[in-house]
Each structure stands twice: as structure tokens, then as C-alpha cells.
């Protein structure tokens, strides 16, 4: 019989996706009283490269992602997006903006070799994680820099995402390599 290895932790980062700032702080401060300390976070970009969200989020959306300090269980991630949901709704009713979803709030994980995200929607390269949930690589670091795959989204094929998500792998190898590491 084969050994079975438990999968590494890995770095759970959320993408925020706001109306304007008020909402974009909103849905930071409500994902770190969910989720726990950030020990990342992006600088704030806007969201331009589709219009994809215009009728739900607005015409001018705002992009950030955070990293949560503690490392996770890669199994949680579905069960981490039906919470997103949930924050996202509760976040439409408290805000008061005349949107039906003034935030998107979009889990993932960071390994050292991927960038996997959480999804309702099946399509061809998604994979069912459970509880109505799949997910997707959507970038491979490989040769040193993180690399689109044929179905990456627009706005992932960016610099500027690149290099907030090599500081958060930096950051987890750094946790990894701890011998006093807190364990998920």
C-alpha cells in the first residue's frame, strides 16, 4: 500500500473587487475579522480589463488582494468561499450602495508552484472541491515568475499582480521553513 502524504498548508489570499473605497475597506476589515490577520496587502488597482461586473459592482471597480498571515488547509477552500458569499451578501445589505454586489469577494490559495482559485461555475479546466464549489489553477510559478495558462483571466496576466503574489510565496516559503510554525 502507498504512504499518503497530508498536503502542505498553503497561503489563502482573497481578491476584493468594490464599488469605490468605502466598500473596498468594508470588505477588508470584514475578511480579517473572518479570516484573521493580513500580513499582505496589494496595492489597490482599478479592475478594467472586463466589463464583466459593471451592472453588479459598478462602472469604475476597485481590485486589492489580501494575504492572511495564517497558514490553511488546502481542503477548506470551498467551504472558505461559501463564507465569502456569505460576507458578500451581508456587506451588499450593510453598505447601502444602490448595487446588487457593491463587493466580489474571490478566495484562493497560494502554493510554491500555483495559484489556485475557488469558483461556482464549472467549466472545462475547473475541478469540483465539494459543497457546490470548484476551482482552477489560474497561474504556475515555474522557471522562477508566475505564468498565465490559456483560460487565466485578463487581469491576472498582470505585472502588478505578479509581483504581489511573488511576496506572498516568499512569504509563505518563509512560514513553510519555520520550525515554529503554527499548523492549520
Given at each position: 500500500?502507498?504512504?499518503?502524504?497530508?498536503?502542505?498548508?498553503?497561503?489563502?489570499?482573497?481578491?476584493?473587487?468594490?464599488?469605490?473605497?468605502?466598500?473596498?475597506?468594508?470588505a477588508?476589515?470584514?475578511?480579517?475579522?473572518?479570516?484573521?490577520?493580513?500580513?499582505?496587502?496589494?496595492?489597490?488597482?482599478?479592475?478594467?480589463?472586463?466589463d464583466?461586473y459593471?451592472?453588479?459592482?459598478?462602472?469604475?471597480?476597485?481590485?486589492?488582494?489580501?494575504?492572511?498571515?495564517?497558514?490553511?488547509?488546502?481542503?477548506?477552500?470551498?467551504?472558505?468561499?461559501?463564507?465569502?458569499?456569505?460576507?458578500?451578501?451581508?456587506?451588499?445589505?450593510?453598505?447601502?450602495?444602490?448595487?446588487?454586489?457593491?463587493?466580489?469577494?474571490?478566495?484562493?490559495?497560494?502554493?510554491?508552484?500555483?495559484?489556485?482559485?475557488a469558483?461556482?461555475?464549472?467549466?472545462?479546466?475547473?475541478?469540483?472541491?465539494?459543497?457546490?464549489?470548484?476551482?482552477?489553477?489560474?497561474?504556475?510559478?515555474?522557471?522562477?515568475?508566475?505564468?498565465?495558462?490559456?483560460?487565466?483571466?485578463?487581469?491576472?496576466?498582470?505585472?502588478?499582480?505578479?509581483?504581489?503574489?511573488?511576496?506572498?510565496?516568499?512569504?509563505?516559503?518563509?512560514?513553510?521553513?519555520?520550525?515554529?510554525?503554527?499548523?492549520?
Open positions: 500500500m502507498w504512504k499518503l502524504k497530508e498536503p502542505n498548508p498553503a497561503k489563502l489570499i482573497i481578491g476584493i473587487l468594490a464599488s469605490n473605497y468605502q466598500c473596498l475597506h468594508a477588508a476589515d470584514a475578511i480579517t475579522g473572518k479570516f484573521g490577520n493580513a500580513d499582505l496587502t496589494s496595492d489597490v488597482w482599478p479592475f478594467d480589463k472586463t464583466y459593471k451592472d453588479q459592482t459598478g462602472p469604475r471597480i476597485l481590485r486589492q488582494f489580501v494575504s492572511i498571515e495564517r497558514l490553511i488547509d488546502p481542503a477548506r477552500l470551498a467551504k472558505i468561499k461559501l463564507q465569502t458569499n456569505k460576507l458578500e451578501q451581508k456587506l451588499a445589505k450593510s453598505l447601502g450602495i444602490p448595487l446588487p454586489r457593491p463587493t466580489n469577494l474571490d478566495p484562493g490559495l497560494i502554493e510554491p508552484s500555483k495559484l489556485v482559485l469558483t461556482t461555475k464549472n467549466y472545462s479546466h475547473r475541478i469540483y472541491i465539494g459543497r457546490k464549489m470548484y476551482a482552477e489553477v489560474t497561474l504556475v510559478f515555474d522557471k522562477g515568475c508566475w505564468q498565465p495558462l490559456d483560460h487565466t483571466y485578463p487581469d491576472y496576466r498582470q505585472q502588478c499582480y505578479f509581483d504581489f503574489f511573488d511576496k506572498v510565496r516568499t512569504r509563505l516559503l518563509e512560514q513553510l521553513k519555520s520550525p515554529h510554525r503554527e499548523e492549520p
